[in-house]
């Protein structure tokens, strides 16, 4: 039988057939001639049998010698299996069950050697261990595989499988394969020495990088060849005009060649270097140049040859730089992907110059450079600029005179940095809206010291005024004014996440139920208004009031986009759903966090948010609307309560059928809550309103000198016995000396020490002391700073009967206890 199945004849099986006839003859002639002479018929039987009984034992034996000689010839022939195996680029072996190496092809020799087989072979000890693992997991499951192979004396990895076969599973086919190395950008590393250099030499162009003074920072090896006549030459550090020369023509010729050598064109393309300006001279960033042979191209030259054209597109449009080539009128001639994505016009293609591409303001200064690089000696040069369509950024654009190329004379370079564009203007806009709410906060908290003093003074003359008095209609005016005041800068606070809130864990849908008839009110008859819940919605945590103005301020600026674009005829539609990580995680955001969301939408026909206000849409005071019809605090405020909630606040464009923009859409992404609910602020205080005549002694300390007199005044007037201070020391001192209190009145923010500071030195001498604090800040972000028992809160701006029903809340409290 053969290796595969089949019956062979061999000479030797012939051989023994013969031998057996002639025996056979030969035996029973014998025999005759024995009975002839005896006649013993029994001495002829026995004779015979014995022959036949030694005859058999004689071929028998001659078998079993001949046995080996047809076992060699049914041995597979292993140079049909080598011949089998030979794959280009892959080492490929076989080897049994005791890992002896049973044949190998011409790869696996040339890499290895015959004198191991795996895992043996000339890995380092980790990769030997890691063949031994294949080993173990290919005889027990069939195949293995692993990248994790690298030589001993070389950096070259491997990949490597292995795999079950045979027909008793007795023996593994090896396949080894290189893993080649990642090549690096060699534009960002600044250096061409590797494939993409060797590539451009096969095609007849030479590549260089030269620092900003000139000098060699890497060669290909073609240039490296040309101009020492050694390819394996860095020629880091030394000059590059050194290495060429010019003749009376102006032609460029390798200085080793001379001018038996080919005429070169030399292109200088300015690199920008991200970390650099956009004002950034060529002198200042490094520069690729490239070596052109005059003589590619039918012709002999690029003058004449449309082919050195065409091989010359091909290799700009390689490039990641942005680059464009313009003739002497300066007329666009062509342009690499790189170049549209830069300018923003992958689907519109180049206009006719590059003037079309530039803000009014730049088409002269553009248009003069781009002629002044076409003509005259080859120069270069950066120029800031601003796109058409980004007139709000200024970008480089470097200009490079060419010559010797046809109708080519001036290269453009464009770096394409609208990803770096968009991360910095998303960082510029939440700057200025961090820096603008700081501010927000900090004039609304001073604003609210003017405000408690101007609203206390007037209560104080209220109680001197009757509704008849001449000065009675005033002094009202002036309080309704400072109560719209004391409106604005809570929407100030609000933008700048500082107004305290007083969260809850509820369910979207019931604050919109809430505000539902105002709304329906607010927007009137000529508009359509629909609601839509989702199911399973998650409990969310958060001030329902203050949701409640968020949904009314999203509603209102709907309207008012409706009436301003459409007549007051149109539509708006409220949507809340459930979101959860799985989609968000879909989503792709890099500003909301992967998690579980309720999802509050609010969309308009109301023609849609222009790209130019969108960016501004949240900032304060910033406002579309007529003069004298619109505060911009809207949308701030709706952001900044949205912020402070823990949530998210988006806004967009609805896009209708054909693309065109119908209206716009407001999206709240508020958390799931998670867990169980929180118990509500300790707060022992009931309100009541009996007065307390109790009376008490209290320290009040407040370092604006108006709203100390206000509150001394309306404390005294309510039976207490005030002592004042004007700050934290004063007041630590008022203690320390012996003072006995009921209360500390206090302001939170004060010159030197301030209001905590102060609260928690009290407490080291009278722990059970208790603290009012007054502020126009937030009361959850005071308790960030503060919290200890005891501790209670009074918004500013606060009316005289505010402040003396808060203390007398507050004694009553402590009286109780």
């Keep these: ?16 057939l013969r031998l057996f006839v002639s025996l056979a003859l030969a035996l029973v002639a014998s025999a005759g001639v024995l009975w002839i002479a005896t006649g013993e018929l029994l001495l002829v039987l026995a004779y015979s049998l014995g022959i036949a009984i030694l005859l058999a034992g004689a071929l028998a034996f001659q078998r079993m010698q001949a046995a080996p000689e047809s076992e060699v010839v049914g041995m597979p022939d292993w140079s049909v299996t080598v011949a089998a195996i030979e794959v280009p680029g892959a080492a490929v072996a076989i080897t049994d069950r005791a890992n002896r190496l049973t044949c190998a092809n011409s790869s696996f020799i040339e890499w290895f050697g015959l004198d191991a087989a795996p895992p043996n072979i000339a890995l380092n000890r980790a990769s030997q261990e890691e063949l031994l693992r294949m080993i173990r997991h290919a005889w027990r499951d069939g195949s293995a595989r692993s990248d994790k192979l690298e030589s001993v004396e070389t950096e070259t990895r491997w990949r490597a499988e292995a795999e079950r076969a045979g027909r008793g599973d007795d023996h593994l086919i090896w396949r080894f394969r290189k893993i080649e190395p990642e090549i690096a950008d060699p534009l960002v590393s600044y250096d061409v020495t590797g494939a993409f250099g060797t590539m451009l030499s096969k095609a007849g162009i030479e590549t260089a990088i030269t620092a900003p003074d000139g000098t060699i920072k ?28 010019s003749d009376d023509r102006d032609r460029i010729f390798f200085t080793r060649e001379g001018r038996s050598g080919t005429p070169q064109t030399l292109i200088h393309v300015p690199l920008d270097d991200p970390n650099m300006s956009s004002t950034t001279g060529p002198d200042e960033s490094p520069s690729l140049m490239l070596l052109i042979d005059a003589g590619v191209g039918i012709g002999g030259g690029w003058e004449n040859s449309s082919t050195g054209t065409a091989q010359l597109e091909g290799l700009l449009g390689q490039l990641p730089l942005g680059l464009a080539m313009t003739d002497r009128d300066g007329r666009f001639l062509f342009s690499n992907g790189a170049f549209l994505r830069a300018v923003n016009r992958e689907e519109q ?97 001073d604003f609210n010291n003017v405000l408690t003093a101007i ?35 809570r929407q100030l606070l609000a933008f700048s996440r500082q107004q305290t809130l007083r969260p809850e864990i509820l369910q979207l849908p019931d604050v919109v139920s809430e505000v539902g008839p105002l709304i329906t009110r607010l927007l009137g008859e ?84 222009p790209e ?91 370092d604006e000198d108006m709203v100390r007199a206000v509150a001394e005044r309306a404390l005294t007037r309510a039976g207490y016995d005030v002592t004042t201070c004007s700050d934290g020391e004063e007041g630590l001192s008022a203690i320390a000396s012996g003072g006995e209190f009921d209360l500390v009145v206090s302001d939170v923010v004060m010159p030197g020490m301030d209001g905590p500071a102060m609260a928690r030195a009290i407490r080291e001498l009278h722990p059970d002391l208790p603290v009012l604090f007054m502020s126009g800040y937030a009361e959850e972000q005071l308790r960030k700073d503060i919290d200890i028992p005891k501790m209670y809160f009074l918004p500013k701006p606060f009316s005289v009967q505010q402040i003396g029903d808060k203390v007398a809340d507050v004694m009553r409290g402590l009286a109780r206890k």
């Excluded at 003074?457 to 000065?471: A, E, F, K, V, Y």
């Excluded at 508009?527 to 203050?546: K, M, T």
């Excluded at 579980?596 to 023609?607: A, I």
Aim: include cysteine; proline fraction near 4%; glycine fraction near 12%.
């Design 1 to 16: 039988m053969t290796p595969f199945g089949g019956t062979i004849e061999t000479t030797g099986s012939r051989t023994h």
């Design 218 to 245: 890497s060669v290909s090896s073609g240039f490296a060849e040309r101009a020492t006549g050694d390819a394996n030459s860095t020629l880091a550090g030394q000059d590059f005009v050194s290495f060429l020369r």
């Design 349 to 445: 293609g180049l206009p006719s110059f590059p003037t079309d591409l530039v803000v009014r303001d730049d088409k002269a200064a553009l248009s003069d450079a781009v002629r002044r690089h076409g003509r005259g000696p080859s120069t270069s040069g950066n120029m800031a600029i601003r796109l058409a369509n980004e007139p709000d950024e200024t970008i480089s654009l470097g200009l490079a005179g060419v010559r010797g190329m046809g109708d080519a004379s001036v290269l453009l370079s464009l770096t394409d940095s609208s990803q770096e564009t968009q991360l910095k203007r998303q960082v510029a806009q939440a700057t200025k809206m961090q820096a603008v709410g700081q501010l927000a906060g900090g004039v609304a908290h």
């Design 455 to 489: 609203i206390g003074t007037c209560d104080l003359m209220l109680l001197r005024h009757t509704p008849g008095d001449s000065d009675y209609d005033d002094i009202q005016q002036i309080l309704q004014n400072s109560n719209r005041a004391a409106s604005l800068t």
């Design 526 to 609: 000529k508009i359509e208004y629909s609601v839509n819940h989702d199911r399973d919605l998650g409990a969310v945590r958060a001030d329902p009031q203050q949701l409640e103005q968020v949904i009314m301020n999203l509603a209102v600026n709907a309207r008012d986009a409706i009436n301003m674009h459409r007549g007051g005829t149109g539509k708006i539609s409220l949507t809340t759903r459930r979101v959860n990580m799985r989609e968000v995680e879909q989503m792709g955001s890099e500003i909301l966090p992967a998690a579980d969301y309720t999802v509050l939408v609010l969309e308009d026909t109301g023609g849609g948010i």
């Design 612 to 702: 130019a206000v969108m960016p501004k849409l949240f900032e304060p005071f910033f406002t579309t609307k007529e003069q004298g019809k619109g505060t911009g605090l809207g949308l701030s405020t709706a952001y900044g309560i949205v912020k402070q909630s823990g949530g998210f606040l988006f806004a967009d464009n609805v896009k209708g059928s054909g693309g065109r923009v119908v209206g716009a859409r407001f999206t709240m992404y508020l958390p799931v809550h998670e867990g169980a609910v929180p118990a509500a602020v300790e707060d022992p205080i009931e309100e009541q309103s009996s007065e307390w005549s109790g009376g008490g002694r209290l320290l009040l300390v407040e």
